[in-house]
């Protein structure tokens, strides 16, 4: 009995100095040298790494002490976390998983940053990703774009400033791939019904084909009517187009988006509207077909009349134009300077303000006829001390 006592109160007193780490997904309790780690809120944790290009490199972080390993890039344009193994990088990853992250992330910044780009330490997108890139927004405070009202960045772990995080699977998904797509979902597509969530699909635009998809319908050949006609529906033509993109960072944002994102007043253009588009066989080359049951022209602004939405506010005179991000590379084991020095690279060229000197490509500046800047240098003003 005597025995019994001695370890029972040896437990008492190590308990009440045992740390505690907790976030909305982890309540982690070290106690005698174990770890208790506890996942609430559904799923089934596996222990997938995801990481085959670094296998064996650098210190790992076990599940039990998630937020250990944390550090800034040499330029300071971005930092780098080790997550836990049982977040997969080989794998979409779910808002819970993002939720834990972005949690651990603020153990260490301050509420400083518009967006948070999770760039995942893979050299490629792995095969069972469905995406290039990924936005998840956070808050929206902007009425006149289609969206409600509404505002979770406290389960992200933020005060308030965090408007949308953007996952990239691969290192260089930045610079190569839909980094001006996905800062364009945090304000649109809200406003068209096209069948295809938040992009523009068929819908052709009198100020150039967009981020998130439609045609570029400009005076002259650029829309043709194949067969039928517009009213009473036909196929239709258009030069090349994407759904839901139109080729990455090589294209601007066209007037609609910079409407929306409340960088220009509302544009007097036109909106090029298919009922029932479907895809159609291209006869010529160069050129996108498709059928729809009519095609209708209808000025932008009596769109948004006809369709009860109001003006954009805050109009463009008082609309935030300056933006922060702060750029994460995550891995499961700590990075290789050759790998932080990557998405450095990335994140550097996307946040520069001015011309790129690049004929094929847009960084975020360019791509808004130079009216929003992005800025993401100097993190370590940000960190916690």
């Known amino acids: 009995m005597k025995i019994v006592f001695v370890l029972l109160k040896l437990l008492s007193e190590k308990f009440l100095i045992a740390s505690q780490y907790r976030s909305n997904k982890f309540l982690t309790i070290m106690l005698l040298g174990f ?18 290009n670094n296998p064996g490199q650098g210190e790992t972080t076990p599940d039990n002490n998630p937020a250990s390993i944390f550090g800034l890039s040499n330029s300071k344009f971005s930092t780098y ?63 006149g774009i289609g969206k409600n009202i509404y505002d979770s960045t406290s389960v992200y772990g933020s005060s308030g400033k965090l408007q949308s995080v953007v996952h990239f699977p691969k290192r ?3 610079q190569n791939g839909p980094a001006l797509h996905e800062m364009a979902h945090n304000w649109a597509n809200a406003i068209l019904t096209t069948g295809n969530g938040g992009h523009w699909n068929y819908t052709g635009f009198d100020g150039g084909k967009g ?22 529906g036909g196929t239709f033509s258009a030069p090349s187009f994407g759904n839901v993109a139109n080729g990455g960072n090589g294209l601007p944002y066209n007037d609609i988006e910079l409407y929306l994102m409340g960088l220009i007043s509302k544009p007097t ?20 077909y498709f059928t729809a049951d009519s ?10 009349s ?20 702060l750029t994460v590379l995550i891995s499961h084991t700590k990075p290789l300077d050759s790998e932080t020095k990557t998405v450095d690279d990335t994140i550097k060229w996307f946040s520069f303000n001015g011309d790129d000197g690049l004929s094929n490509s847009y960084n975020f500046n360019e791509a808004t006829g130079f009216r929003a800047t992005l800025s993401a240098g100097n993190i370590d003003m940000s960190l916690i001390q």
């Open 35 to 52: 770890t208790i780690s506890g996942c609430s809120g559904g799923g089934n944790p596996d222990t997938t790494t995801g990481n085959t």
């Open 81 to 143: 976390l080790v997550i836990p193994a049982s977040i997969p990088l080989d794998e979409n990853l779910d808002i819970d998983n993002l939720k834990i992250i972005t949690n651990m992330l603020y153990e260490k910044v301050n509420d400083d940053f518009d967006f948070i780009f999770l760039v995942s330490n893979n050299q490629s997108t792995p095969v069972n990703v469905t995406y290039a890139g990924r936005n998840v927004t956070v808050k929206n405070s902007v009425t």
């Open 172 to 174: 260089n998904g930045i």
């Open 211 to 232: 981020q998130l998809g439609g045609y570029d319908a400009a005076a002259g050949n650029n829309l043709q009517v194949e067969s039928g006609s517009l009213a009473g």
């Open 269 to 288: 253009t036109s909106l090029y509207l298919a009922e029932n588009p479907q895809a159609a066989t291209s006869a010529v080359s160069g050129r996108r």
């Open 295 to 304: 095609l209708t022209i209808t000025p932008f602004d009596t769109y948004l």
């Open 306 to 325: 006809d369709q009860g939405i109001p003006d954009r506010n805050p109009a463009t005179g008082n609309a935030q134009k300056s933006f922060s991000v």
